[in-house]
């Protein structure tokens, strides 16, 4: 591996012997083929180096987003059945109480540009007396060589409507079906050798990790930031000959929010290719960046269990606004009727498909739940759409009730389950309304017992306590009585009809 990975000003000195310290730490763990080693960093070399560790012990690596508590963290540890887990030491005091007795706890100080760039100070950011440092425990070890036989992958978490994270555990890919993924990986995140790459989107999420593991075995320069900061992003392209990134279109959104001057004050002419995944690009927007950064900006509608699915580039996304964009090489897509019939262009659907480079997989501890995504051996998440003449998709609904906030994907269910246990709530309803910036934002209908006084403020403070920052509504609505179904269902369509009335989106 010849990757160059950036952080500080400075090349990570000596990143390849850390990743083979790594592996051969992990081994002395007991960690090995099909073991899973959970990891729960924010952007940092370190992540990256133990990606690659578990990957060369032939491990899966679970990567847990950060804003998690200890009720969400546990749940995944005991399903994945994790051996590992490693995490910033700013966060282990949120979720220690969720970590089962049998995985190895280990705790790694963030690095000063973390801190920095979220305000962490004090002992909390630093590994702690009868804390075990994960650097001390590598660093202990020798650098074997490496020998990777099959190499270990990502096993991602994907929430389904019941709420509850679902675990992707993927076979082993064949040597025809790695092939194939490589040649998605170019067309739908312009993966190509030696580039000059920028990463700032949250590693965690299952696209920005690709992207970055793709990166580094393509001998990469890639440059991680520890968060998106717009003006940052326009300085670093021009210092650093940026010639591709990952951004997502909340991103697009906030630079261009940015003052005229500071837009042109910038020399982004080393551009080649900016890989969009994540959540639909509205119209304007995709426009607006062609406009200003020229013919480098591509989409994919791609989702954790089905891959990357189809691509469209800066021509066809002018020339077809609102696109997805067509299917990738190797890709076979359906949209098909509720019945189970093939659509024929223009009639909308339940969209199917199936990637040659994506093998078959399961989810852990629910395999009932994966097999009834398969249709004629596609694969469904209950997105809706068409096919048009030429066989570009459009995308003209999702999941019910799944929610994408700044290319998030949030579940109401699992935030329902939670709030309808605070005293003085009857019942309650979590569903996306739109925001100008992140596309959706969470809105909470609240129906309070009797005789109960409850306040958004108070409600919004129990969230916090138990579940992500990220899924806690921004508005909270009290009605006295929620709609119903006859069945007793809540009716959430009519308490959401009015927010998007005059909107032409429902995504």
Known sequence: MSATIYFDAEPEADFDARCARSASALRELGVGPGDVVALMLQNEPLLLELMLAARCVGAYYCLINWHFKSAEVGHILRDSAAKVLVVHAHLVDTIREGVPPAVHLFVAAPRERTRIAFDLHGASSRVASGQESWETWRDARPRPPVA???PGSAMLYTSGTTGLAKGIRRQPPSPEQTAAATQTMRIALGIEQGMRA?????????????????????DAHLWIEPRFDA?????AIESRRISHAYLVPTMFRRLLQLPAEVRSAHDLRSLRYIACTGAPCPVETKQRMIEWWGPVIHESYAASELGYVTHIDSADALRKPGSAGRATPGTRLKVVSGTGEELPPGGVGLIYARNAGVPDFTYSNNDGARRQLEHDGLWGLGDMGYLDPEGFLFIVDRKANMVISGGVNIYPAEIEA?????EGVADCAVFGVPHEEFGEALLAVVQPAAGARLSAEAIQSYLHERIANFKVPRRIV???ELPREETGKIFKRKLRE??????NRRV
Do not use: K
């Open 198 to 218: 920028l990463l700032s989107a949250p590693i965690y999420h299952a696209a920005p990790s690709s992207y970055a593991m793709q990166a580094v075995l393509n």
């Open 148 to 150: 990777v036989e099959r």
């Open 498 to 503: 009015p927010y998007w009335a005059g909107v």
């Open 478 to 480: 009290f009605q006295a």
């Open 231 to 235: 003006q940052e992003t326009l300085r």
């Open 418 to 422: 939670v709030l309808v246990q605070m």
